[in-house]
């Protein structure tokens, strides 16, 4: 580009450049601000010659130059329409406040809704809790009907042995009365033992331990 042709681009951006910012700038500034575009010298020549066509005004501030817009250039502002603008931004700004609050409850519920199990998984769930808990109470079933059972040959046994005058059978009878007490006490152990784990499934359950258990079909003794 030409030296005439750079000038005459330099007085036709600077002006307008400095117009549409409206504030006060340096030639340094001004040099800066356009990305080194024009040159120091090329820069302050406009400046002063857009005051001097009183575009610009200029102030000396210490030992420093400034330019600023001809604030005569401007049209006079509308007051009503001033008035009407702000109106309008502290009517947007609740609108704001409003929908950020509204946005802070949705995003609540979606992490609520995020914490809870769709029904597939429930179903897949309580199908799987189902298994469990009757496998355990089988087991505690077949685990009370075999104790029960040897309770039962132990009295038997113990009956005779009371009815026997044998003297030789009294250390027999001893020995079936304590394991008639073992037997007693292990079906207790295994009793609570099946229904703290029963309880411990119950846990994980999404339903009342009653309300699942009801809807299986199973009752506890």
Not at 104 to 112: N, T
């Amino acid at each position: 580009m030409s030296k005439a042709d750079l000038e005459q681009k330099a007085f036709a951006k600077i002006p307008e450049y400095m117009l549409e910012q409206n504030r006060p700038y340096s030639a340094t500034d001004v040099f800066t601000n356009l990305r080194q575009e024009f040159g120091k010298t090329l820069v302050l020549k406009v400046l002063e010659s857009s005051v001097s066509s009183g575009i610009l005004k200029d102030k000396v501030i210490g030992k420093q130059k400034i330019f600023y817009a001809n604030q005569d250039k401007f049209e006079k502002y509308d007051e009503n329409a001033v008035a009407d603008c702000d109106s309008k931004i502290s009517s947007l700004s609740e609108q704001v406040k409003s929908l950020t609050a509204k946005n802070k409850e949705i995003q609540s519920e979606l992490r609520d809704l995020s914490n809870v199990e769709s029904t597939a998984e429930l179903r897949t769930l309580t199908a799987d809790l189902k298994k469990n808990v009757q496998f355990l109470l089988e087991f505690r079933s077949v685990l009370m009907f075999v104790c029960l059972f040897e309770i039962d040959k132990m009295k038997v046994r113990i009956a005779k042995l009371e009815t026997s005058r044998d003297p030789s059978t009294a250390e027999d009878g001893k020995r079936a009365l304590q394991m008639e007490s073992t037997i007693s006490k292990t079906l207790q152990k295994r009793k609570r033992l099946a229904t703290d784990m029963l309880n411990a499934i119950m846990e994980s359950s999404p339903l009342p331990k009653r309300e699942l258990l009801d809807s299986m079909g199973v009752e506890l003794d």
